[in-house]
């Protein structure tokens, strides 16, 4: 059954989009407050009326960001109970396909942890990267009720792949090559999986 949304979680969705829009555009330093209702086509006031601050619209940009991968890897995984390597590869893969797709949008994750680093906003950079680990963690968890690993060890893993897929976009973003890219993934895929064999013994 489809959730209807209220009136004001629509425009408040429509203020989060056209936030999205203004930092695409002018990236995180040139977007102010007046920009983004702008692109949102929304009253100024009614963008402060939803959000505080711009600090306050960042975090929500940055949640509904990783609210649009993590869709899709619901979907990718789907209703099955797949093994942790195969977890493992569902997970890479598909965060890799979202991010090919929306290059752009890294571009503007990357400058909001800069800007958040700059402006001593630490809790922002940190808000950020434990909201990626949680994502990253809660897919390589298993859904049986029997966890394969503890808490602490999918930590692990999933900080060992979310380093690698930085790296990766970095890489990317820089120098462009899916092929180069391609095959770094599949080596990623490949220590991913002998780490998570290794925690499987020591557990």
Not at 21 to 45: D, F, M, P, S
Not at 106 to 129: F, M, N
Not at 145 to 173: M, N, W
Request: hydrophobic letters at 40%; zero cysteines.
């Amino acid at each position: 059954m489809k959730t209807v949304k209220t009136k004001s979680e629509v425009t408040r969705a429509q203020i989060i989009q056209g936030a999205l829009q203004a930092l695409e555009k002018t990236g995180v330093i040139g977007t102010t407050t007046r920009k983004i209702a702008a692109e949102a086509n929304v009253q100024l006031a009614t963008l402060h009326y939803h959000f505080e601050s711009k600090s306050a619209l960042l975090v929500a940009v940055l949640e509904a960001l990783i609210d649009e991968i993590a869709e899709r890897l619901r979907e990718d995984r789907g209703e099955t109970e797949p093994n942790l390597d195969e977890r493992i590869e569902i997970l890479i893969r598909g965060t890799w396909r979202s991010i090919m797709q929306s290059q752009t949008r890294q571009i503007v994750q990357y400058e909001l942890t800069l800007y958040a680093l700059r402006e001593g906003a630490q809790w922002l950079a940190d808000q950020q990267y434990e909201a990626y680990l949680r994502l990253y963690r809660d897919q390589l968890a298993s859904r049986s009720g029997k966890p394969e690993l503890s808490l602490q060890s999918y930590t692990v893993l999933a900080r060992f792949i979310l380093a690698g897929i930085d790296g990766l976009i970095l890489q990317e973003l820089v120098k462009p090559n899916r092929s180069r890219s391609g095959r770094a993934i599949e080596a990623l895929i490949h220590g991913s999986k002998q780490l998570a064999q290794k925690l499987l013994r020591e557990a």
